[in-house]
């Protein structure tokens, strides 16, 4: 009983030594990147994506440091315009994701954009900010907002539950995906991870593990919004339910 104690101790204490370095290489690779390619903001867009990307990169590489590795599955729809709709559990899939769909128009709450510094590379490279509180006023602006950067051949990504949700936990899909998706009439791929096991919402520890990906099949457009949100919950959830059950067996 003691030596399985001291097992746990010792794994325990290894988890936050290494969440710890990761932390502290993570925080400081991102102010290295938002303070010394501030000037790269005047430049186009495009740069600033690229810069996102090489974040997003860079970041799942420090994640080895504590043991998180992922996996994608399915057909992530690069050669095409599409609107992703991927659950949202860390910030792992607006960090890592991101850059992994090649930087997206994404949908976020319009708070990030106050964050210091790294609100103006979000907003240079194209996130569409929203007013949780704002309404139909919102989600007018969200609409102009989507068709102006689908008419610039962007994909699109959202998170339909409008927040993070932790693993094993329910929460409701919110109408902002289907303004998008009946704005544009592009098809909706839904995105299903498990991404909260690894990285917990608001969690400093980093837990060792592998964050599974899974494409689903695109819903095509011209469905109404009661079906076209019936299909999105039933795949999301669906593949939640497989990517989720190794956890469920621990």
């Not at 501030?38 to 420090?62: D, E, I, N």
């Not at 609409?143 to 339909?160: C, Q």
């Not at 990285?199 to 689903?216: A, E, H, M, Y």
Request: positive net charge; aromatic residues 10%.
């Amino acid at each position: 009983m003691i030596a399985a104690l001291s097992i746990c101790a010792y794994f325990a204490g290894m988890v936050y030594l290494r969440s710890f370095i990761f932390n502290s290489m993570f925080y400081l690779m991102t102010a290295m990147v938002v303070v010394l390619l501030l000037p790269l903001l005047l430049l186009p867009s495009a740069v600033v994506r690229l810069v996102a990307r090489c974040w997003g990169w860079m970041t799942a590489k420090l994640l080895l440091i504590v043991g998180v590795r992922h996996r994608i599955w399915g057909d992530m729809a690069l050669d095409q315009q599409v609107i992703y709709a991927a659950k949202h559990q860390s910030a792992w899939e607006t960090i890592v994701l991101v850059g992994c769909l090649r930087m997206p128009v994404t949908v976020m709450k319009r708070e990030l954009l106050f964050l210091p510094l790294i609100g103006l590379f979000f907003l240079r490279a194209g996130c569409i900010a929203v007013d949780r509180a704002g309404g139909m006023r919102a989600l007018r602006e969200l609409r102009k907002a989507a068709v102006r950067h689908w008419r610039h051949g962007r994909s699109l990504l959202i998170f339909p539950q409008g927040t993070r949700v932790e693993p094993g936990t329910s929460h409701g899909y919110e109408v902002g995906v289907f303004a998008l998706y009946d704005a544009t009439g592009l098809p909706v791929v839904p995105v299903a991870l498990n991404s909260g096991h690894v990285w917990p919402r608001n969690s400093w520890t980093k837990r060792p593990g592998v964050v599974d990906v899974q494409f689903l099949p695109p819903i095509a457009p011209g469905l109404s919004r009661k079906a076209f949100m019936a299909e999105l919950e039933k795949q999301i959830e669906a593949g939640m339910a497989a990517i989720d059950s190794p956890y469920k067996q621990q």
